[in-house]
């Protein structure tokens, strides 16, 4: 899966992309990250990617040309490698004026073969590039952050682990928080050795060995 990431900061990807689960799944070529700096595409000397509203009002917007150029060159990469079967691709914009983002999302975004996220800065982007180059807004949350780069970060993080063969044992986000199988519930609590600690106790029915109970007292404690 490709992830193409538009961004005027690449950098902050770095440790994101080199680390842990997310690091080892680039390593193995089960997701792939492509960094795009729209800077690149910027107008003039200067290499402008912005500039003020019309009507008025404060902050600065994206313009158009940069962007459009920008998803562009993704689409002539696309159609070099694939001629004959272009694949699955969904243009995101994170913006907090987006839809939720919740476990569905990071579900249903799993099955495309290569998902753009653009990474808003400043007051946002110019309209015309969501009207003609985004298929979906999402947010990840009611608050606003100063660009699109940790969303986009969150997306690819929830969506990567759900890839098959990503996660340790096959299957084993089967059991998240928020899966089908919880019911959309948020998971039990988890304990780990030594059974007592500073008189803080483990729940006895988990050192009992009885799976069934262990089972019954793990469903009544989904919230
Ligand atoms: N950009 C700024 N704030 C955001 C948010 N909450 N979600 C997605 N993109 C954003």
Redesign the pocket.
């Known amino acids: 899966m490709i992830f193409h990431v538009l961004t005027l900061f690449p950098e902050l990807f770095s440790d994101f992309q080199r680390e842990s689960i997310i690091g080892r799944a680039i390593e193995e070529k089960k997701a792939e990250i492509d960094l795009i700096q729209i800077r690149d595409f910027g107008l003039g000397k200067h290499r402008q990617v912005d500039d003020t509203p019309y009507g008025g009002g404060d902050g600065m917007l994206m313009r158009c040309e940069p962007l459009f150029e920008a998803f562009d060159s993704i689409e002539k990469t696309r159609k070099r490698g694939n001629e004959e079967k272009m694949k699955k691709i969904r243009r995101v914009y994170?913006?907090?004026q987006?839809r939720k983002f919740t476990q569905r999302t990071a579900e249903r975004f799993v099955h495309y073969d290569e998902i753009v996220l653009l990474c808003?800065r400043y007051e946002g982007v110019d309209q015309r590039v969501r009207d003609e180059l985004i298929d979906e807004e999402?947010?990840?949350?009611d608050?606003?952050?100063t660009?699109?780069e940790l969303?986009a970060m969150v997306v690819m993080d929830s969506v990567i682990r759900l890839l098959p063969g990503v996660l340790g044992k096959e299957g084993s986000h089967q059991f998240d928080s928020f899966s089908k199988e919880f019911g959309g519930k948020r998971e039990y609590p988890h304990y780990t050795k030594p059974a007592e600690f500073q008189g803080l106790k483990v729940p006895d029915v988990l050192l009992s060995g009885n799976h069934a109970e262990i089972e019954k007292w793990r469903r009544g404690k989904l919230r």
């Open positions: 994170l913006t907090p987006g808003g999402i947010s990840i949350g608050y606003v952050l660009g699109g969303p």
